[in-house]
């Protein structure tokens, strides 16, 4: 068996970006550009990975920690051939029949196949490139091929390019398949003498040719699975690449998408049949939607399992929770993380939960906060029901046992318990356990004053 190493070279600056963050740090659908070529380095089942990092120093190992992975550190930047010598010595390849495949951390979304293929062309005396025909070339290095045979001849930077080699169209993407048995010899036969003064990796291309090495370049399906972020333009050009590719997989799965230009997955979407989403969802993190589920317009759902047949209304924001069967979530719900609600729960507009377990066939339907409890089951929370969790200090746990129903607006002073079948009549403030199967309420008693008068405005002197 053939062994597989993948470089990943992520040490340049993106000056471009602007940003104090390291460039292969920024997020695409919600995780770092390198984690996506990792991710993509990883499904080729490879015998290590090594990524050089330098500008950004440790904070880039320390964001992606993986301890399977070996970092190379290169520091001063001297160009592409420069990084992957600094690899070398994490390479578990030395004069062995295998290749390392060259990616970049900066490229996130070359697909696996593009990349089988390009290690399928490659071997022991075969090096594979990837290389892309764009209609503006410019700031690529272009592949150069003999005018009679066709053939690639060498690789030259548009710095040290003549003028008709800028006419040249294909272009280098930097992710090559480089036979080990020549790797060493290669990079340390790269000299420096050109405009940049760097060490390229391009280079080898040329002794390659010489060396009666095979170069056989092989195109990706789509030009964007080589393009590099460079910039904020860049990055966001990307992203909306990204989230249209993950919307048309949607779409394939059955998943109705009411505009699949307006929805945003930045994590993992899991979805049952005949779910429908609406236009102006966000996902993040890990969601599971089971069948028959309904996202309404503008909701945001982020690490929440919702099981089968329940609806979020529009403009809900619900985080680390687990939704039951049959709910109805909103509109203007919060769902907080550590809410469990069992099946047919309804939680309507402007409720906050957080940190609760509500069981079977209770409703809050409107205005309320509801955080640190255990509600029972065909509990009716009144409109503006409270919680009141937190004495400025600690919080505490507010207990709603079964077929408890609470009038609006009461405040319920945890820790306490309401206990199975309590009516608690509305306005009341609850700071005792209340006794089963009664009307427990805490009200100044209504009276009237006799004779009272309506104040008048006075008068501001004669008109
Ligand atoms: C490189 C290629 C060029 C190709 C282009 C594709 C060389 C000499 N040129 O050019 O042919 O068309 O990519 O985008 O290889 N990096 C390091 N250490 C370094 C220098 C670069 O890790 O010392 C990393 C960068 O972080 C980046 C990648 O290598 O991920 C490419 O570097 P970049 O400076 O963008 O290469 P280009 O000069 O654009
Ligand atoms: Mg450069």
Not at 172 to 198: C, F, H, S
Not at 204 to 211: N, R, Y
Not at 292 to 307: E, F, Q, Y
Request: hydrophobic share 40%; net charge neutral; charged share 20%.
């Amino acid at each position: 068996m053939y062994k597989l190493n993948i470089v990943i070279l992520a040490a340049g600056l993106g000056k471009r970006m602007n940003s104090a963050l390291p460039k292969v740090l920024h997020h695409l659908g919600g995780k770092p550009l390198l984690a996506h070529v990792l991710d993509t380095a990883r499904a080729l089942s490879p015998d290590g990975i090594c990524v050089v990092y330098g500008h950004g120093g440790e904070a880039v190992p320390q964001a992606i920690a993986d301890a399977t992975l070996t970092w190379a550190r290169q520091m001063p930047q001297l160009g592409t051939g420069h990084a992957v010598m600094q690899a070398l010595p994490h390479l578990d390849n030395a004069g062995k029949n295998g290749m390392t495949l060259v990616l970049y951390g900066d490229v996130p979304l070359t697909s696996v196949e593009t990349l089988k293929k390009l290690i399928a062309t490659a071997g022991e005396k075969t090096l594979g490139l990837l290389t892309v025909e764009l209609t503006d070339p410019s700031g690529y290095g272009r592949i150069v091929r003999n005018s009679e045979t066709g053939k690639i001849s060498a690789i030259v930077e548009e710095k040290d390019a003549s003028p008709s080699q800028r006419e040249v169209r294909e272009t280098n993407t930097g992710i090559m398949a480089i036979p080990d048995r020549y790797l060493r010899e290669w990079l340390n036969k790269l000299e420096n003498n050109n405009v940049q003064k760097e060490y390229y990796l391009t280079d080898i291309v040329a002794m390659a040719v010489k060396d009666g090495v095979k170069v056989e370049a092989t195109q990706p399906h789509h030009a964007w699975e080589t393009v590099g972020v460079n910039s904020k333009a860049q990055l966001a050009e990307l992203e909306r690449i990204y989230q249209k590719e993950s919307a048309s997989k949607l779409l394939e799965q059955g998943v109705t998408l009411i505009d699949p230009g307006r929805i945003d997955v930045r994590g993992q979407l899991i979805c049952g049949r005949d779910v429908e989403i609406d236009i102006n969802c966000i996902f993040e993190g890990r969601v599971q939607l089971d069948d028959g589920v309904k996202v309404g317009a503008h909701s945001i759902l982020k690490n929440v399992k919702v099981a089968a047949g329940s609806v979020v209304a529009p403009f809900s924001l619900m985080e680390t929770s687990e939704i039951g069967r049959n709910c109805r979530i909103g509109p203007y719900a919060r769902i907080r993380p550590g809410t469990r609600l069992a099946d047919e729960v309804h939680i309507g507009n402007f409720v906050e939960v957080k940190n609760s377990a509500i069981a079977a066939g209770s409703k809050a339907n409107h205005l309320s906060y509801i955080g640190d409890a255990i509600v029972g089951k065909n509990v009716n929370v009144g409109a503006g029901t409270i919680t009141c969790n937190y004495d400025g200090a600690n919080k505490y746990q507010t207990i709603i046992e079964d077929n408890v129903f609470v009038g609006s607006d009461t405040q319920l002073i945890a820790p306490v318990t309401v206990t199975q079948g309590s009516t608690i009549g509305a306005g009341s403030t609850i700071t005792k356990d209340t006794p089963p199967e009664k009307l427990t309420l805490s009200r100044a008693r209504q009276i009237s004053i006799e004779g009272w008068q309506r104040p008048v405005k006075k008068s501001k002197g004669n008109k």
